[in-house]
């Protein structure tokens, strides 16, 4: 079974950047994606970019698009969301999670599998 284990949360200033990891573990299969979504306080979870792990294409959000990067070490079976000029509005709990269908979805209900969870706070 597929595990996911998201790290690099924290405080940040505003216009300041974050790393992201999402280390995969237990799984085999080779095509399948992995999407990075995030949810604030009373808010509903908001997908915010997905990355195929075989070919490496990607999609974003439009709300981080130009400011957000995903990529991926299939090396290390590692995804990584590089988050720069980040804002107050980007504060919330970012998780990973894999989608075993063929296609990048935007729908948490198509993810087969999640972390735990990594809190992103930016404050003054």
């Known amino acids: 079974q597929l595990q996911l284990v998201e790290s690099g949360g924290g405080l940040v200033q505003p216009g300041g950047s974050l790393r992201l990891s999402c280390a995969a573990s237990?799984?085999?299969?080779?095509?399948?994606?992995i999407g990075w979504f995030r949810q604030a306080p009373g808010k509903e979870r908001e997908w915010v970019a997905c990355?195929?792990?075989?070919?490496?294409?990607?999609d974003y959000a439009s709300s981080v698009k130009g400011r957000f990067t995903i990529s991926r070490d299939n090396a290390k079976n590692t995804v990584y969301l590089q988050m720069n000029s980040l804002n107050a509005e980007d504060t919330a709990i970012y998780y990973c999670?894999?989608?075993?269908?063929?296609?990048?979805?935007?729908?948490?209900?198509?993810?087969?599998?999640w972390g735990q969870g990594t809190q992103v706070t930016v404050s003054s």
């Open positions: 990355i195929n792990i075989s070919g490496g294409s990607a």
């Open positions: 999670a894999a989608d075993l269908s063929p296609i990048c979805s935007m729908y948490s209900t198509t993810y087969d599998y």
């Open positions: 237990g799984f085999r299969k080779d095509h399948y994606f």
